[in-house]
């Protein structure tokens, strides 16, 4: 009954009655994939907001870019007259592998602001999982769709004595620039490389993207470029600023279909991906299939009542909801960590199948699911919500934290505080236990302790000042401007205050639940001796401030 009714408060807000249901009927008879519009604020779009081609948590993220440079007002933008790129990832402080295809003399050297193409919203289809438009300046008719960790492209040629789709990884592409580019022939059907998605001031490790390219038919040639100069007669273009392109003669109305595998980990896993998500070569069932695995999502949750615009709202969202957060495990359980020095490759344990327990995923900060989206997961998608501690748990076994927001295996200090607890903690009070819970509880507790996540502001990679917790830990808040501050982004003084307090309060639940004697000491409508400023006064239950003690916060 408490999950129920937390759930009704959940899903007040879209102004619709629901009950949770595996299908889904409402009065017009469209499903819930039906009822999802792509563009909704797509002309505001942050790189990793819009995502059409794509899966619940899809590794790939494939989908048309307007604009390629930059974190914010980047990607998909509606109101942009010009594509330059179908790039294939889309999260947070993520991006790679962007491809093209063109007509006539190739221009891929020239930029992509020279090789880009005009279109129009009239000839365009977007749903879940699918993306369909029309190139005007090559005259291509464009489609996109993908498996977990597999695009898979449909391109209508022209007829034209000189078609080409090219690989540039010489561009900035979204939040980050690209170091390094290899790419190598295999055959007349096959490419494989990688490329180097360099550092950014969220993400302190550049991260490579590994990838192979297949196509249906082949190409007639396969050349390259270099700071600008094109290259003729190779095998293999590799350095900073270049790119590769396959030539072809096309009829008038030709398809050719072309599949791009992805990994972080290596050429050979990316391979593997291609190879067990995406076998074939049948578009359509590909794309019906990603269809209807976003309709089997989203009817996790059925509307009844209100109006179609407030249930196309609701789906949008819940649609907008399950995406940002991106697997970057492999179908073999594979995964880069970059939390040491160097990469490592690391392994998911297996089941008794020999497949991966869970997957690992990257996440723009549960900073802001703490307030959102985090009842969301944990009580639609329960399986989701185990998967993503898991992940953290294993980060934590590796680099000796819990993140906040980690990206392609490195830890980001993402905003402030311990921001993963809440998740944690809300999981394991709505029966989400399947993980070593122990091992939980005590790397929650070290990020709530000097030296843990709590002690880093916003992006304070090297230092752990920018926190203030050794402040509030003596104080019972965190003084602003801080002293000896300025290492990271986000040193806020009362906003953290707040938010470190609601974070040991949701921990000490945890510990309560777990029959921990010592545990944080905070008031929660009984009387507690709390610290104000060097004295101690008894809280009652009229008190609204949240202070704890040096001594309470030393916990089992």
């Known amino acids: 009954m408490y999950l129920k009714r937390y759930l009704i408060l959940l899903l007040f807000f879209t102004a619709c009655t629901f009950s949770s249901s595996q299908g889904l009927q409402t009065p017009s008879e469209m499903t819930a994939a039906d009822l999802v519009d792509p563009v909704v604020d797509a002309a505001n779009s942050r790189w990793f907001f819009f995502n059409s081609a794509t899966r619940p948590f899809g ?9 390629i ?16 790129a179908f790039s294939h990832i889309h999260a947070w402080q993520l991006s790679g592998v962007p491809v093209f295809p ?52 449909r391109y209508t040629f022209p007829a034209s004595e000189e078609s080409h789709i090219h690989i540039d990884l010489s561009t900035f592409l979204g939040p980050c620039d690209t170091d390094y580019g290899d790419i190598k022939m295999i055959n007349k ?16 490790k550049a991260v490579k993207v590994f990838f192979i390219i297949e196509f249906d038919r082949d190409f007639d040639r ?7 100069v094109l290259k003729q007669d190779i095998l293999e273009i590799a350095g900073s600023r270049t790119g590769g392109y396959v ?32 076998p074939g070569w049948n578009f359509d069932q590909i794309a019906n299939e990603a269809f209807s695995d976003w309709n089997t999502w989203l009817s996790k949750i059925e509307v009844r009542g209100g109006s179609d615009k407030q249930r196309r709202r609701f789906y949008t969202d819940l649609w907008h909801a399950l995406q940002g957060r991106r697997i970057i495990s492999d179908v073999s359980g594979s995964y880069c960590d970059m939390t040491g020095d160097t990469m490592r490759i690391g392994q998911i344990p297996l089941d008794t199948q020999g497949k991966p327990q869970f997957n690992h995923y990257n996440s723009d900060s549960f900073w802001g699911a703490q307030w959102t989206i985090n009842t969301l997961w944990q009580l639609v998608y329960p399986q989701v919500a185990e998967e993503f501690i898991r992940s953290m748990l294993l980060m934590y076994q590796d680099g000796g934290l819990v993140p906040r927001g980690p990206s392609g295996g490195n830890y980001t200090y993402v905003m402030t505080g311990a921001s993963s607890t809440p ?30 996540m709590m002690s880093k502001a ?99």
């Open 102 to 153: 063109t007509t006539g003399p190739f221009r891929g050297h020239l930029g992509a602001d020279v090789y880009g193409s005009t279109y129009s919203h009239d000839n365009e289809q977007i749903k879940p999982g699918y993306h369909q438009i029309f190139l005007d300046t090559y005259q291509i008719k464009v489609e996109l769709t993908s498996t977990t960790r597999t695009g898979l492209h």
């Open 247 to 278: 030539s072809f003669v096309t009829k008038k109305n030709e398809v050719r279909l072309m599949k791009v595998g992805i990994s972080y980990t290596s050429i050979e896993a990316a391979r593997q991906n291609i190879t067990q998500e995406l």
């Open 423 to 452: 998740f944690f903690v809300g999981a394991y009070h709505k029966g989400i236990q399947n993980y070593d819970v122990e091992l939980a509880y005590a790397a929650l507790k070290k990020n709530h302790l000097p030296g843990g």
């Open 458 to 556: 916003g992006y304070e990679h090297n230092t752990t000042i920018g926190g203030g917790l050794e402040y509030y830990i003596d104080r019972g808040y965190i003084p602003y401007p801080l002293p000896n501050g300025g290492k990271g982004f986000h040193e806020n003084g009362s906003g953290q205050t707040m938010e470190y307090a609601y974070q040991d309060a949701t921990l000490a639940q945890l510990a309560r639940s777990l029959g921990k004697k010592k545990t944080i000491t905070i008031f929660q409508g009984d009387q507690k001796i709390i610290k104000i400023s060097g004295t101690r006064k008894k809280a009652g239950c009229g008190s609204k401030m949240l202070l704890v003690t040096g001594k309470s916060r030393l916990m089992n």
């Open 59 to 67: 590794m790939v993220n494939l989908s048309p870019d307007m604009v």
């Open 69 to 84: 440079n930059g974190a914010w007002n980047s990607g998909y933008r509606y109101h942009e007259d010009t594509i330059r």
């Open 222 to 228: 396969f050349a390259g470029w270099k700071d600008g």
């Open 189 to 204: 059907r096959s490419l494989e490389g990688y490329a180097l998605m360099g550092a950014t001031i969220r993400r302190p």
